[in-house]
């Protein structure tokens, strides 16, 4: 089982990129998935989820109204838009999935990391003011 992410990179302050997240070796598609990030000398942190059926998104308050997240499950893939990026942005950004299928969970539970068993090797994301 993989998540590869990509899309990070070099951005200034106000721009836009879009993570994706391809899953191989097994099918997310009734799985809950999500975006976490770490920047330098800080914990990991919760960035954006969404359901199984991805009728629910969750999001962190620092990155409500500008972060999307998605999922094409035709594809086995997840993203994340993000709009009018911020220094304090900068980090690296793993996506995560949850091992169990067609689960849902309390609204807290679904920001929480130990709900996610499989993670993806980060992609940096850099934005200079």
């Known amino acids: 089982v993989q998540l590869q992410a990509s899309g990070g990179g070099l951005v200034q302050a106000g721009g836009s990129l879009r993570l994706s997240c391809a899953a191989s070796?097994?099918?997310?598609?009734?799985?809950?998935m999500g975006w976490f990030r770490q920047a330098p000398g800080k914990e990991r942190e919760f960035v954006a989820s969404?359901?199984?059926?991805?009728?629910?998104?969750f999001y962190a308050d620092s990155v409500k109204g500008r972060f999307t997240i998605s999922r094409d499950n035709a594809k086995n893939t997840l993203y994340l838009q993000m709009n009018s990026l911020k220094p304090g942005d900068t980090a690296v950004y793993y996506c995560?999935?949850?091992?169990?299928?067609?689960?849902?969970?309390?609204?807290?539970?679904?920001?929480?990391?130990?709900?996610?068993?499989?993670w993806g090797q980060g992609t940096l994301v850099t934005v200079s003011s």
């Open positions: 969404i359901s199984w059926s991805g009728s629910m998104t």
């Open positions: 070796g097994r099918t997310f598609s009734s799985s809950v």
């Open positions: 995560s999935a949850d091992k169990r299928s067609r689960t849902t969970y309390s609204d807290y539970e679904y920001k929480r990391r130990s709900l996610y068993d499989y």
